[in-house]
């Protein structure tokens, strides 16, 4: 699994960082929802939203196994499309423009087709982790007093 040639850790990803300026477009747009959606609609589209990058940031550490790490990406997806509904909800609701949203839509999708292309291409990021420096296991137990004497 190494160092990926083109990127050494999750912020690096283009993908990552598109999920990071949708979390902030959503939370800026929402902040004019009515107070009446702030336990409801505003929570769950700013939620969904900040879950994408989170998923992403998740499968990263899970690249050891490619199984798991493609299911972080898919729970990112996933996240991704539950933007997609509630934006539109928003739309529907007339809390926000139909441009509003379609721009939305759109950052979403593109997150969508990056995590497809991830997916797609799984192998490339998952592996055995490089040979790290790690510090020495320490032994909690030593000496005569913590040693079972099968003699006794």
Same mark, same amino acid.
């Given at each position: 699994? /190494?160092? &990926?040639?083109? $990127? @050494?850790? #999750? *912020?690096? &990803?283009?993908?990552? *960082?598109? @999920? *990071?300026? &949708?979390? *902030?477009? $959503? #939370?800026?747009?929402s902040k004019t929802f009515p107070k009446e959606e702030m336990y409801s609609l505003t929570d769950q589209v700013r939620r969904s939203s900040r879950s994408i990058g989170a998923q992403i940031a998740e499968a990263w550490a899970k690249r050891r196994y490619e199984k798991h790490f493609l299911s972080k990406l898919t729970d990112a997806d996933g996240e991704q499309q539950e933007t997609q509904h509630w934006v539109e909800t928003a739309v529907d609701c /007339?809390?926000?423009?139909?441009v509003? /949203?379609?721009k939305l839509i759109q950052q979403c999708a593109e997150i969508g087709r990056l995590l497809g292309g991830m997916m797609a291409k799984s192998n490339q990021f998952c592996g055995k982790l490089p040979n790290v420096i790690r510090e020495p296991i320490s032994q909690y137990f030593v000496g005569e007093q913590w040693t079972v004497n099968s003699e006794q």
């Open positions: 699994m /190494g160092k &990926l040639p083109y $990127v @050494a850790n #999750f *912020r690096e &990803l283009i993908v990552y *960082r598109k @999920a *990071r300026k &949708l979390s *902030r477009d $959503v #939370f800026q747009i /007339g809390y926000i423009s139909q509003q /949203g379609t």
